[in-house]
């Protein structure tokens, strides 16, 4: 995944970046791995689609009566 013209990197990551020391190369390779994980945390996994038969539903019978008190 590739980050595109409206990619945002998140507030915390950026107040990393500015509060780390070290080189510059240590800098680009971490912002690298957040971008990178920032994105795969964006993708939505979708669900297998419902079994819409019926099959293995419970089905209750509901009486009349049901629960009600008779003379």
């Known amino acids: 995944m590739k980050p595109n013209k409206t990619f945002k990197l998140?507030?915390?990551t950026k107040r990393m970046?500015?509060?780390m020391g070290g080189s510059a190369e240590n800098r680009n390779?971490?912002?690298r791995?957040?971008?990178d994980a920032?994105?795969?945390s964006e993708v939505v996994i979708k669900a297998p689609p419902k079994d819409?038969?019926?099959k293995g539903r419970t089905s209750y019978a509901i009486s009349d009566n049901a629960?009600?008190?008779t003379e």
Request: glycine content about 10%; proline content about 0%; aromatic content about 4%.
């Open 52 to 54: 819409r038969t019926g």
């Open 38 to 40: 920032q994105l795969c």
């Open 10 to 12: 998140s507030k915390t």
């Open 29 to 31: 390779q971490y912002k």
């Open 33 to 35: 791995m957040m971008i």
């Open 67 to 69: 629960g009600i008190a």
């Open 17 to 19: 970046m500015a509060l």
